[in-house]
């Protein structure tokens, strides 16, 4: 693990997300609570919707395109739809947000 | 040989610790006690209770003089340690050194004060011990005293409620959006701070401290982020509390947040142990008492030599604020592959959540009612499988084990005199005498007995009470609830929102039963929207419940790019916007720029991140947001009306431009489109809007529910008025009308489908109404007439359309 800092919790909105630039592309933070988050990709894998603007609910997200659903938990496609999303992980600490960097593809800093 | 033992710190972890060693070995230590506070170890708990009045402080007295005298405790109180000697093995207090063996370091916890401006005033205090407890007990002795809290949390909420007990004016500060957010989930905390409201404390949630004003040296007042002034005498400080390891520290004693201690509460110098709140174990500090007293006992044991070790348990808090039960236990946020159960029952204020992790129960929140508490306990500690009894785990252990839950078998089982609808006392009897009287739906029973007309979350039991009643005769209705989060219908969540007087989300959910933690894409946009169409000035606005286009006043298109369209009122614009609209076009390369049908301009194909500078450039020339994307007023197209047309009656344009610049701003249940026609030719093509005026000489034609999109429809007529004035008003009352009662995604014209076009008519041919709905629509527009770009392209908000950070760019380096 290679924890990076990338912003503080209080950057993403409660049941909002915020977007992070990373090596394999768009990756969102999803604030599902006061104090839990979960990353995952932006990209919907049915149209390509951006799910950081979705409708963040329990821990689960809606892409704004064509509602599909997707758990955060395990990035799997809710309901009758069939697809996922590469989830990342991500944890909070004292307020900051940590995103691992070798699972977003950035090498550690030598 | 007896040794000397020195303890820094006479609180309820120590003062546990001496009891287990007097117990097992009075004679094998000689006791040194130091306390900077001047008096002996006393139940710290219970100061909330010495607070509001119902305790007194030699209540909780747990050690007094007999007590230490009797086991022959050299005590040091009211002496502050000056320094820990580890080579000579000295502790240097205030008033000369003592000489250890051994020593242990129970320095407790400091409590956190912000570093506010004005934090070092004179009457800011933190809530830790017997003197800051007095100081708030003294507060009431002033007539009109105020208070001022800041902090949610226990410590925080239980100053709060003792102070208020007293008669103090206590109004409490939270950062977070609600209470007790460690232990508590949103809904549980709503339940919570209704309570405290009912009790008179003043709330407020998600507010920022900026700065403690001061006169004299002396506090006066709390000044918040947003302005808001809140006038006190006293204002407390409970935002948390740290490890007290200062002394530690400078005797070089390892320190991480706490003290380093191992499982034998040994720090880094074998002669020197640790416990209580200062200790850090495997990264874990403590604040509970329960895990305290466990390392109480083992620290005992380790100087007396025996075998012992600490293990952290899984800890519950059963607490009490000011008469509210409160459970929680485990873990019960974060973490993969969870899932809630929910029980809500509004009447009694009880709300419960279980969190399962695969086959096993990880977490509990309960509120109200907190009987099972205890035995939900067990099954995280235990980590018990409760796949078998899943079903009916969250009704407790009374219900395992028994006959299958069968809820109609439950219903069946119900005596005649069983109370079914609490609002208005009907019981079971009353419904099944309806049914043999010849009720056969649920509104000839509501006709008859009153059940289930009131609050209506009963109406699954009347029916079920029906369905026992009339067998295969009964057949259950079919009205759609909102989603999966309910069993409510649109319209029934709106009444029940103006009847219950429901301001804000979590109310809705717990006070109606909703059946997920925070609803779905479904309701959230629908509720959001309820709840700001009926409380304008108490709600406030969700973003994170509206659809993407609402929330960044853009509407997305198929590749994540967005349109952007500037308000043109009444289709009228003039070359300076115009020269504005095409250097916006050309600086943020727009691919396309084409004319709605709507008489706007639309940009189409911004990018998220250029949208905030955008909107100030096109600010700048004076034109606003268009709304193009919004459940809300979009358009009002005109004619060009009597002033250039030969044809042309009135001034068509003029209504239309006065009729935009009225309704603007407002959202409505779906989007609306008006327009304007300055004569029966109806250029304007108003016929077809949800609300289309046609100009004739003697007037004003005002028509309402046309579409022209999935379903083509020709508008009604509504009424014909004299003058441009009543066409304004009768306008602006039918919008307020429909927005007040459609459901959320019904436009007009589906809503008086519903409603019938009679009973529009008949509610805005009635002047007193037609005003008071211009008043309250007014009302409203006072909060939400204001354009939503130049908000937005403020350098705070501007922030969030940028992404949270770049890590491409190092990565390329």
Known sequence: ?110 | MTQKLVVIGAGMASGRMLEHLFESDPSAYEVTLFNAEPRGNYNRLMLSPVLSGENTYAEIVTHDEDWYAANGVACRFGERVVEIDREAKLVVGEKGAVPYDKLVIATGSDPFMIPLPGHDLEGVIPYRDLEDTERMMGLSAKPDAKAVVIGGGLLGLEAAAGMAARGVDVTVVHIMGHLMERQLDEAAGYLLRRALTDKGIKVMCSANSREILGENGHVKALLLDDGTELPCDLLVMAVGIRPSVALAKSAGLAVGRGVHVDDQMVTSDTDVLALGECVEHNGAVFGLVAPLYDQAKVLAQTLLGQEAAFRPKEVATKLKVTGCDLFSAGDFAEGEGREDIVFRDPARGVYKRLVLEGERLIGAVMYGDTADGAWFHGLIKDRENVSEMRDTLIFGPAFQGGASADPMAAVAALPADAEICGCNGVCKGRIVEAVEGGATTIEDVRAVTKASGSCGTCTGLVEQVMALSLGDDFVMPTAKPVCRCTDLTHEDVRRLIKAQELKSQPAVWQELGWTTPNGCHVCRPAVNYYLLADWPLEYQDDPQSRFVNERNHANIQKDGTYSVVPRMWGGLTNPRELRAIADAADKYGVPTVKVTGGQRIDLLGVRKEDLPAMWADLNEAGLVSGHAYSKGLRTVKTCVGREHCRFGTQDSTGLGVKLEKRLWGSWTPHKVKLAVSGCPRNCAEATCKDLGIVCVDSGFEIGVGGAAGMDLKEIQPLVKVATEAEAEEWSVAFVQLYREHAKYLDRPYKWIAKVGMDWVREALSDADERAALVARFDLSQTIYQKDPWAERAEPAQARRFQPLADLTLEAAE
């Open chain 1, 1 to 110: 693990m290679n924890w990076i800092d990338v912003g503080a919790l209080d950057d993403i909105p409660l049941r909002g997300a915020r977007l992070v630039k990373t090596p394999v592309g768009c990756v969102a933070l999803f604030r599902t609570g006061e104090n839990e988050v979960f990353a995952a990709s932006d990209r919907c894998p049915h149209k390509g919707g951006p799910l950081s603007e979705g409708i963040v609910h329990g821990r689960a997200v809606t892409c704004p395109l064509h509602n599909w659903v997707f758990s955060l938990e395990t990035g799997e496609a809710q309901g009758a739809d069939e697809g996922s999303i590469p989830t990342y992980p991500l944890r909070v600490e004292n307020g900051r947000l940590l995103l691992d960097g070798d699972a977003v593809g950035r090498r550690a800093a030598a």
